[in-house]
């Protein structure tokens, strides 16, 4: 059995580094390599693991990342990010990361200054990062939701695919699953119908303006709505839907537009979240 300063030893000879602990523990935590934790809590290692697992070719290479230089990267393009400089330790989301992190515009959605980590971005890392992030987003949209919905149709949100995805669950969640099953052509004429609505578009704007608490009841969130109720014989298809305010969908009820705006006229009800006055 070994300390960790044998281990260290050795790990310096082979890879001209010190070896990090973080790293140590992982290994024993996966069972990479063997060790016993002792009453005092500290650990005794067998060597001879440790040496056969820091030398199979796999390790090596794994490990061989961690000699590159960052500064060699910078301006150079990695898959879709451009990175941009090295992150100050003050200025990282990630505090208890103690590796390199580097600075990174999106290439493919635009997104500016994203902290990547430095072994997500050489050739010799076990793992790779293409994106900011929105690259995996439309992967899991695929996967769970419209896998039929063409690639040429999803290139139009590549710099905001927030937006889609906001989109998708307004027209989704109020029309019993009617979205999720119908033609893909009727689905992408109707995201692309309330994209362009000029009455989404100011009330999203409207919300995004507001103080957010991403529960159901955030008044000024823009929400679906059936012109003629479903209990009165409303349909789901896109003509027969409009965007009000959370606020005013629930206070609308099951009224028709028509029989809605006769009410707030003739009883002079008004709010600043009613539709009328956010236009």
């Known amino acids: 059995m070994a300390t960790y300063q044998d281990l260290n030893n050795f790990y310096y000879e082979t890879y001209q580094q010190e070896l990090p602990r973080a790293t140590l523990n992982r290994w024993i935590k996966t069972g990479s390599i063997k060790a016993e934790k002792q009453t005092n809590g500290r650990y005794i290692y067998d060597l001879e693991s440790f040496k056969k697992y820091v030398t199979n070719p796999e390790s090596a290479k794994k490990i061989k990342a961690t000699k590159e230089k960052p500064e060699n990267y910078i301006g150079t393009i990695h898959e879709q990010l451009l990175i941009k400089g090295i992150v100050p330790k003050e200025e990282r989301e990630d505090k208890k990361y103690n590796g390199t992190i580097m600075y990174c515009d999106c290439l493919r959605c635009g997104q500016k200054n994203v902290q990547v980590r430095f072994s997500y971005l050489t050739p010799n890392g076990n793992y790779f990062q293409e994106t900011c992030g929105c690259g995996r987003k439309e992967r899991a949209f695929l996967a769970s939701s419209r896998s039929d919905i063409s690639q040429d149709f999803?290139?139009?949100?590549?710099?905001?695919?927030?937006?889609?995805?906001?989109?998708?669950?307004?027209?989704?969640?109020?029309?019993?699953?009617?979205?999720?099953?119908?033609?893909?052509?009727?689905?992408?004429?109707?995201?692309?119908?309330?994209?362009?609505?000029?009455?989404?578009?100011?009330?999203?704007?409207?919300?995004?303006?507001?103080?957010?608490?991403?529960?159901?009841?955030?008044?000024?969130?823009?929400?679906?709505?059936?012109?003629?109720?479903?209990?009165?014989?409303?349909?789901?298809?896109?003509?027969?839907?409009?965007?009000?305010?959370?606020?005013?969908n629930l206070a609308k009820r099951d009224m028709s537009m028509e029989e809605w705006n006769k009410f707030k006229k003739d009883t002079h009800t008004t709010s600043d979240y009613f539709i009328e006055n956010i236009l």
């Open 154 to 248: 999803l290139k139009k949100y590549n710099t905001n695919f927030e937006r889609f995805l906001f989109l998708h669950k307004l027209l989704t969640s109020v029309t019993d699953k009617y979205y999720m099953t119908c033609s893909i052509e009727e689905y992408e004429n109707a995201i692309t119908y309330l994209d362009n609505d000029k009455q989404f578009n100011q009330i999203y704007k409207f919300w995004l303006n507001k103080q957010k608490n991403d529960t159901y009841y955030d008044w000024a969130k823009p929400s679906l709505d059936h012109i003629i109720s479903k209990s009165k014989g409303g349909t789901n298809e896109i003509k027969n839907l409009q965007v009000l305010t959370v606020f005013e």
